[in-house]
């Protein structure tokens, strides 16, 4: 519990350091007073621009990219779990790729321009992406290797069908705009696209934390888990769908964003050990801090120019993938 509380702390402390960090310099002063002002303390308030610039631009965010992280670690965590794979990842397994095809084709095709609309139509990318998956593997099984090859070609299938729906209705500056968010950045957060996140995320780690018992019973494979009384066949498919949801409503928000939930998970568990009931919590908040830094360190690399955050966790992820590979004695 100690060190529950002291990683939720590391998280508390990485989000208030981190909307500090930008091109525009901002004081813990300038924080608590724009804070204050809209907690309705009695502060004096900053100039507009100030204002602006902490609490609708740089808070949201930071909060964003804690919600995502969070969200995406616990995703890997599960899927690894579910496919008795460590290489399991929304953004491996072609699922982000699936969720970015339903969002574009939402927002470029105009089929509900409201956030709901773009979430719903990511959901249903995502859930056809991995429906399609796990029909392809429906005789081969979950090996390591092919699962992740199968998930590479799932996912080149669903960006190439992604690229179709622009070039065939876009124009060049929608076109531009959607190339660079599919790279995943955390640049388009508001307020109402972080309430989204901040009632969908806490849902879906609360139902997969409930499911922590199926989850180190699933981890054993499917046997031992129906052995112990798991329903095995609905329990799969809660979690699956739960997955599918979570990564919908990041990708929509945020475009893919991968290897999240690889880098984390493992690093958790080598840490906290592999029951799930112990493992989740702790990969949610490492989660968050992970990509909380990840895009700060993404706005300032670069300055003035901001880097796709998704660039920057693809930089430290494929080494760890090609790590994992040769400790499986896979590459």
Not at 56 to 80: E, F, H, K, N, Y
Not at 160 to 181: G, I, K, N
Not at 269 to 280: A, E, I, M, N, S
Not at 295 to 307: G, H, N, S, T
Request: glycine content about 12%.
């Amino acid at each position: 519990m100690v060190l529950l509380l002291l990683a939720a702390g590391t998280l508390a402390g990485s989000v208030a350091a981190a909307v500090r960090i930008g091109v525009a310099d901002v004081g813990w002063t300038d924080l608590g007073r724009v804070l204050g002002a809209h907690l309705g303390l009695d502060v004096q308030p900053l100039p507009p621009l100030v204002d602006s610039l902490i609490w609708d631009l740089r808070l949201p965010r930071v909060l964003m990219a804690a919600l995502v992280g969070a969200s995406l670690a616990v995703c890997g965590t599960v899927l690894q779990a579910v496919t008795r794979n460590a290489l399991a990842d929304p953004y491996l397994l072609g699922v982000s790729s699936g969720a970015s095809t339903g969002a574009v084709t939402v927002v470029v095709l105009g089929v509900g321009a409201s956030t709901l609309g773009v979430t719903g139509g990511a959901l249903a990318g995502a859930l056809l992406s991995f429906g399609l998956l796990l029909l392809l593997l429906r005789r081969t099984g979950l090996d390591s290797v092919r699962i992740v090859l199968t998930g590479v070609v799932v996912g080149q299938l669903f960006t190439a069908l992604t690229s179709l729906v622009l070039m065939a209705s876009a124009d060049a500056d929608t076109t531009r705009a959607v190339t660079h968010w599919l790279l995943g950045s955390m640049a388009p957060a508001r307020w109402d696209t972080v309430m989204v996140c901040a009632i969908v995320t806490p849902l879906g780690l609360a139902v997969a934390w409930f499911c922590s018992n199926a989850l180190d019973g699933l981890a054993f494979g499917t046997d031992t888990a129906a052995s112990l009384g798991i329903g095995v066949r609905r329990t799969r498919m809660l979690l699956l769908v739960v997955t599918a949801a979570l990564t919908a409503v990041a990708v929509a928000t945020v475009g893919a964003i991968g290897f999240v939930g690889l880098i984390v998970p493992h690093g958790v568990r080598f840490l906290v050990g592999p029951l799930h009931r112990v493992l989740l919590p702790y990969a949610a908040l490492s989660g968050a801090v992970f990509l909380v830094w990840t895009d700060a360190l993404a706005r300032i690399a670069f300055a003035p120019r901001e880097v796709p955050v998704g660039v920057i966790t693809a930089l430290l992820g494929v080494p760890l993938f090609l790590l994992v590979l040769r400790k499986r004695g896979e590459l």
